[in-house]
């Protein structure tokens, strides 16, 4: 039986890339779709998939009057939270793609998502590249304990950190805390000079014209250097796959999972 799928965003640059895939997908039956700006118009038009007759709702609590399995959500920061914990409450599932949400508002997520007994997989890219950059750092920073990192995108990317590298930040915190000669509270200067500190990592962000979207963090030990980098093009067909896996297995745990490779394989590495 098909999955029955929403796509809140399904209009924007990752979401027409995801809606056409969906729909040439027989495991996935696209139910709903999501956009302000395409309110009222069929689904087909606004994404450039013909074969989509469905009429595009202006919110999520419309779309989901349908009977709909998983929520993908690719929205804006102020917006994804609502969405995800009105799809809970319906008993949806839900994939969020969507950047910007705090530690705090995942606390919420996962404990409402457990009362209901659904499961949310969030993952601020859901690019293969960007996730096996994710588990390389984290087996780095078991044995190096110093480390920053650096945030690029473009001047338009409102969100700073990026979801992805906030989410770096979250899982390297698990690992230890990184260490630092001088705190930015220690430093002679502008504290702010060191970038934030996220989650024990200092976090540097870059927001300028013409950057496409990129990470990376050094690690440090006397005489020695690593850097681990992730840049992404100017396609959105990367982040299509990893948010088409997410939507298979979020139905498999309850709960929020942070992280594509939570649901994923990796042969060789426990």
Same mark, same amino acid.
């Given at each position: 039986m098909? =999955?029955?799928v929403?796509?809140?965003?399904?209009?924007g640059?990752v979401?027409?890339? @995801?809606?056409?895939?969906?729909?040439k997908d027989?495991t996935f039956?696209?139910?709903g779709a999501?956009?302000?700006?395409y309110?009222?118009? /069929?689904?087909?038009? %606004?994404?450039?998939?013909p074969?989509l007759?469905l009429i595009?709702?202006?919110?999520?609590?419309?779309? @989901? &009057?349908?009977?709909t399995d998983?929520? =993908?959500d690719?929205?804006a920061p102020?917006?994804?939270?609502?969405?995800?914990l009105? %799809? =809970?409450?319906?008993?949806? &599932?839900?994939v969020?793609?969507?950047?910007?949400l705090?530690d705090k508002d995942?606390?919420e997520i996962?404990?409402l +998502?457990?009362?209901h007994?659904v499961?949310?997989?969030? %993952?601020?890219n #859901?690019?293969i590249s960007?996730v096996? @950059?994710?588990?390389f750092?984290?087996? %780095?920073?078991?044995?190096?304990p110093?480390?920053? =990192?650096t945030?690029y995108?473009?001047?338009?990317?409102?969100?700073?950190?990026?979801?992805?590298v906030s989410? $770096?930040?979250?899982r390297l915190s698990k690992?230890q805390? /990184?260490?630092?000669?001088?705190?930015?509270n220690e430093?002679?200067g502008?504290k !702010?000079?060191?970038?934030a500190?996220v989650n024990?990592?200092q976090? &540097?962000?870059?927001? $300028? /014209?013409?950057h496409? #979207?990129?990470? !990376?963090? $050094?690690f440090?030990?006397p005489g !020695?250097r690593?850097t $681990?980098?992730h840049? +992404?093009g100017?396609?959105?067909?990367?982040y299509?796959q990893g948010?088409?896996? +997410?939507?298979?297995?979020?139905?498999s #745990?309850?709960?929020l999972?942070r992280?594509?490779d939570?649901?994923?394989? #990796? /042969?060789?590495?426990?």
């Amino acid at each position: 039986m098909a =999955i029955k799928v929403c796509v809140a965003g399904a209009t924007g640059w990752v979401g027409r890339a @995801l809606v056409s895939a969906l729909a040439k997908d027989r495991t996935f039956q696209v139910v709903g779709a999501v956009s302000r700006t395409y309110k009222g118009k /069929p689904l087909g038009e %606004a994404a450039g998939v013909p074969v989509l007759d469905l009429i595009v709702s202006g919110s999520v609590d419309e779309a @989901l &009057h349908v009977n709909t399995d998983v929520l =993908i959500d690719y929205t804006a920061p102020d917006a994804v939270k609502q969405h995800v914990l009105a %799809a =809970i409450q319906k008993g949806v &599932h839900g994939v969020i793609g969507t950047s910007g949400l705090s530690d705090k508002d995942f606390a919420e997520i996962d404990e409402l +998502a457990r009362e209901h007994r659904v499961g949310v997989l969030a %993952a601020g890219n #859901f690019a293969i590249s960007a996730v096996l @950059l994710q588990r390389f750092a984290e087996m %780095a920073a078991t044995f190096i304990p110093h480390w920053e =990192i650096t945030d690029y995108a473009d001047a338009a990317k409102i969100d700073a950190p990026s979801g992805t590298v906030s989410e $770096l930040a979250h899982r390297l915190s698990k690992i230890q805390k /990184p260490s630092y000669r001088y705190t930015p509270n220690e430093i002679h200067g502008p504290k !702010e000079s060191r970038g934030a500190t996220v989650n024990g990592t200092q976090v &540097h962000c870059v927001r $300028l /014209p013409g950057h496409v #979207f990129a990470f !990376e963090i $050094l690690f440090g030990l006397p005489g !020695e250097r690593l850097t $681990l980098r992730h840049e +992404a093009g100017s396609s959105a067909d990367p982040y299509v796959q990893g948010t088409l896996l +997410a939507a298979r297995k979020v139905s498999s #745990f309850v709960g929020l999972k942070r992280g594509l490779d939570q649901v994923m394989d #990796f /042969p060789g590495l426990s």
